[in-house]
């Protein structure tokens, strides 16, 4: 059994005044960076990963240093998680696209796995790319526990492979940022344990105790 962690980078500049990001290197945002520390804190403490993947775009790798310093590790960049190429649509706004590309823009969130981006990827590319870099991390590190940190596009169409559904099933995965996804590889077959878990950038309740004066 090998067990999967699979880790959304934290909120950058472009989650929070929405932009799409695709393979533009945005750096973390001071919300981000807080985001990754806590869920560093988390992975190391409940999962303890042998080894540490991620996107090589500057976003991924600021999430997944954290939780590789936790570990005594180096976190490894792999091209194969890298996000999607939009290809024209990168850094413009939902409403600009929608503007230049109506159809496109229809076809996107009605029918993704339809879309091809101009000078652009589509997710079945995405899918066939990840899932390659996946099993190669799997065959790595069989019978480990091993981190990956990557982007919302290539973990819903990872999430929907692993859930045996193609992918126009890719709006129906949520993936906040810092969210947690856990699976195993088991014998030939995925289960999934966890999709989409944030409790770890909730607010600590006060106890009473540490409340009092």
Not at 29 to 54: F, I, S
Not at 128 to 135: D, N, T
Not at 153 to 172: I, K, P, Q, T
């Amino acid at each position: 059994m090998t067990r999967i962690i699979l880790i959304r980078h934290g909120q950058t500049a472009w989650n929070k005044v929405e932009r799409i990001r695709g393979q533009v290197d945005v750096p973390l945002d001071e919300v981000g960076l807080a985001q990754a520390e806590a869920t560093a804190k988390r992975v190391a403490n409940e999962w303890q990963p042998v080894a540490v993947y991620c996107s090589p775009l500057r976003r991924a790798v600021q999430t997944a240093q954290p939780i590789a310093r936790y570990l005594g590790q180096d976190a490894r960049a792999v091209a194969g998680f890298n996000d999607m190429s939009f290809g024209q649509w990168q850094g413009l706004s939902p409403e600009e696209v929608t503007q230049r590309w109506p159809q496109l823009a229809r076809t996107w969130l009605e029918a993704p796995h339809k879309a091809i981006f101009p000078d652009g990827e589509s997710l079945a590319r995405v899918r066939q790319r990840s899932m390659e870099a996946l099993h190669q991390v799997i065959a790595r590190h069989e019978g480990a526990v091993v981190a990956i940190v990557g982007h919302t596009v290539v973990h819903r169409v990872l999430l929907c492979a692993v859930l045996g559904l193609d992918n126009s099933s890719y709006w129906r995965i949520g993936q906040e940022t810092c969210a947690i996804n856990v699976f195993e590889w088991r014998e030939g077959v995925f289960f999934i344990e966890s999709i989409n878990d944030t409790c770890h950038l909730r607010p600590r309740p006060v106890s009473q105790e540490e409340s009092s004066p």
